[in-house]
């Protein structure tokens, strides 16, 4: 069976769709599996060339304003797919809650309706970004936690106090944030290797709302600050986002950027 996962993320290097999209290929244990962007205009035909190849299709993208991204549209209107395919998709968003993406599922079904493809169902991924931070962050604060217990054990000669108790709660914490969407994922990595329908389900980053907003404002205002672009989070509107206004007619392009 040949899977194809249409990364649709105008993000070219990193993202959540890009990181979910990795994470779920490792799912499909003897399939062949195919990851390719589409992250802009540039990408349509290779995608279109992709599809035709693929049994099975699967998106994973962003919501934007409840919504697909406007390039992924755009590539829909010009796709005409042949009879017989299966389509899966993924969607994560920022806010916490995953039924936010319903409406860009329904979409997705009704675009396989008009144009004969087989709409499979999918999932909505609540936090999106977060699930993507903590996939990179967790498994650096356990290199580090086990680089410090190897160069204790080296100058000591035993393995320093609670450094085994300190990398399992990591791992359980990490587990447990992710327990949701990661089950939901195994559910949709089992139906897609069936080719079966899946349904609308969504899921979410294991954290209440109460302590998710914080969180997340802070990892904007350093992810910003990182980026040399606080001031201008702070003000909400700055010069990139008046020239980005101004030359709306170029918008994919900018939104790539
Ligand atoms: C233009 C734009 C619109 C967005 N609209 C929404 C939205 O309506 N609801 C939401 O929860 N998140 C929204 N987000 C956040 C993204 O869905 C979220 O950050 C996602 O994880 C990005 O995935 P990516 O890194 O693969 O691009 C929006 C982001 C952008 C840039």
Redesign the pocket.
Known sequence: MNILIL?C???RR???????ASAFSHLLPGARVRRVSLAARGDFAAAREQIAWADVLLF????????L?GHLAEFLEGCRPGPGLDVYAIV????I?GR??ECALEQLGHWCSRRGARWRGGVGI?G??ML?VLGRVFPIVIAITLALAAAGMVSSGQVPEGAWSGVLTQLAVWAALISPAALRLLGLARALLKRESYGCRSARVLLPALIFIPVSDIFMCLSSLFRGKLIFTLLGWGEKSRKNRLEAGNGLDK?AE
């Open positions: 990364c993320s105008p993000k990193g993202g959540a769709s890009r990181y979910i994973s993208l962003p919501l934007y304003v409840d919504s991204p994560n968003n920022g806010f809650e936010q993406c609540g999106g970004t993507a939104c």
